[in-house]
């Protein structure tokens, strides 16, 4: 028989989030757009930013998005980026630093200048940002969430500059948490493999073929982990920082397994 698929889940109960200001960057499609979407279903007022702003803004309920245009990899764009969300919401509690990704490449035939990119975008860039979202987030007791990978916490064959700067990412914001508390508390959501409009490109497999390798069944959403992500910057979350929630469903299995006999 062969293994069974669960069903979707519903998005699950969401805190509220109402007269909260959130920044997601890299919010205009696939987890990022997934994370806004979230954000303002929970009532928060959201900007987007993204270098290119999109045909269309996520939106929820009748509630859309704002849109700001900012390479993250530069810091005066991303000083911009913070004012403007003070200046219209007249503060700022939460931001998340979603922008990233990096398409497959063998790493001895990559040049100096593209590994350096991959590691700007995905390890420097969220640092200016919660560098110049800092005393925004200060005045306010707000928080720092990070989107990293499971890239960076196992082999990342294909993509090994930017599973080191995953890796990296996650160092700080353990860093960052001791730094800035109690006033800012930073942490990371650490996601597996994803369902997006990306996805067949990024894992070179149909999405079933991808779910069977999932101990939960399924690729994750982008709802997953922006459920993560609500509950980071949540009250009842108030206590943790520094923390990494794993958003895999359930991990890898080791690779032995899939030689062992059946039972």
Sequence with gaps: ????????????????????????????????????????????????????????????????????????????????????????????????SNAGGSPQVDAAAASPRFHAKIIELNLLAPLHVAQAAYPALAERGGSVIMVGSVSGVRPSPGTAAYGAAKAGLHHLVTSLAIEWAPKVRVNAVVPGMVATEAAADHYGATPDVVAATVPMGRMATPDDVAAACLFLASPQAAYISGASIAVHGGGEPPAFLMYAAPK
């Design 1 to 96: 028989m062969g293994r069974v698929q669960p069903a979707m889940p519903a998005m699950p109960a969401i805190p509220v989030m109402s007269g909260k200001s959130v920044i997601v960057t890299g919010g205009t499609r696939g987890i990022g757009a997934g994370i806004a979407c979230a954000f303002l279903r929970a009532g928060a007022d959201v900007l987007v930013c993204a270098r290119h702003e999109p045909p269309d803004l996520p939106s929820d309920s009748g509630r859309v998005a704002a849109f700001i245009a900012a390479d993250v990899r530069e810091p005066e764009a991303v000083a911009s980026a913070v004012s403007y969300a003070k200046e219209r919401y007249g503060g700022l509690d939460v931001v998340v």
